[in-house]
């Protein structure tokens, strides 16, 4: 190869990685001009966490961390406070998300990339309803929270729907259904996880009426 054709190879390499490096620098840009106040988000969703985020005025100042972690047991997501801030005062409390980048089913494994947009919202706005449940808890009704939640089925029936209620609440309810959807439709799961997530979580029609009567309220 000479010398003029290195070149010219060289210069439509480089040409044709312009528009990844400008999209990469664009996304960044646009990411650092939204007002994430005391979040700390992977950059792979931060899309999706500044939607449910948005939707939370209430949560605007508190902080939150949302973390991939390997081997969360039974759940994609997981929303607790900070163990070394829960005697502090309430509103200086903070908090993490837990993620799993590799979610396992009864041996079916899910990546995150997997999952739709609209989906990552409903499931992340999910959790924030749970922050929302933990800020106005004491330290002991946190620590209770916790032990009612290991040991109880209704309780922890109680605490998932309440964080669903939460979300709907806040406007999140198309995206609570789609990730309803997204796992009840989804043929590689089984009947037995299914039947677990229509047990202890809103349905889509509880949804449904809980959308119909924020629409009437706000009429």
């Not at 494994?109 to 933990?134: A, C, K, R, T």
Request: overall charge negative; charged content about 25%.
């Amino acid at each position: 190869m000479t010398g003029t054709i290195k070149r010219t190879f060289y210069i439509i390499s480089f040409l044709m990685m312009l528009p990844a490096c400008y999209a990469q620098q664009s996304t960044m840009q646009q990411k650092d001009s939204l007002e994430f106040t005391n979040k700390i988000v992977p950059d792979s969703i931060w899309r999706e966490a500044y939607v449910a985020l948005s939707h939370y005025p209430e949560l605007k100042d508190t902080p939150i961390e949302i973390r991939f972690k390997k081997n969360i047991k039974k759940s994609f997501m997981q929303a607790q406070p900070k163990l070394s801030g829960i005697f502090k005062n309430r509103k200086n409390r903070s908090y993490l998300i837990f993620i799993n980048e590799k979610f396992s089913i009864e041996d079916e494994v899910f990546d995150i990339n997997d999952v739709p947009s609209d989906v990552l919202v409903g499931w992340i706005g999910h959790e924030l309803g749970h922050i929302m449940d933990y800020r106005d808890r004491s330290a002991m009704d946190l620590l209770w929270f916790g032990i009612k939640y290991i040991t109880s089925k209704n309780y922890i029936r109680e605490a998932e729907r309440a964080a669903d209620t939460y979300a709907v609440n806040h406007g999140l309810g198309e995206n609570i259904i789609a990730t309803k959807d997204f796992i009840l439709n989804h043929s590689k799961l089984s009947d037995i996880y299914k039947n677990r997530i229509q047990d202890l979580y809103l349905s889509q029609e509880e949804i449904m009426v809980l959308i119909d009567e924020i629409h009437e309220e706000t009429r």
